[in-house]
């Protein structure tokens, strides 16, 4: 059993920085893959990035790709998300998810969930 705390977010504006972290409790979060979704205002919930257990291979959403960053550090248990050059169409709710198994199909990624953390870019 897995739980997943997120913090980080906030309100930034167009061109600004942010970093999400999710912290795990639970003695297997290393052996798992970690992913970072994000649902926009009346949108369903997409897939921004992922990473494998050992972080030897990462995926991303071609719309963040070179501006995002997703990694993890399994001695502090804890996935993160640098997001730089935050631009307007990025602001959502952001969740971060870990599963035992890496690659698409995407949506059916995710054993255990955070609990969301708001991100709203103004202009």
């Known amino acids: 059993q897995i739980q997943l705390v997120q913090s980080g977010g906030g309100v930034v504006q167009t061109g600004d920085s942010l970093r999400l972290s999710c912290a795990a409790w639970?003695?297997?979060?290393?052996?798992?893959?970690g992913a970072w979704f994000r649902q926009a205002p009346g949108k369903e919930r997409e897939f921004v990035a992922a990473i494998t257990w050992n972080s030897d291979k990462v995926e991303y959403t071609s719309s963040v790709q070179g501006r995002f960053t997703i990694s993890k550090d399994n001695a502090k248990k804890t996935l993160y998300l640098q997001m730089n050059d935050l631009k307007s169409e990025d602001t959502g709710i952001y969740y971060c998810?870990?599963?035992?198994?890496?690659?698409?199909?995407?949506?059916?990624?995710?054993?255990?969930w955070g609990q969301g953390s708001q991100v709203t870019v103004s202009t």
């Open positions: 639970g003695d297997t979060f290393y052996a798992f893959a």
């Open positions: 998810a870990v599963d035992e198994h890496f690659g698409s199909p995407w949506n059916g990624f995710g054993e255990y």
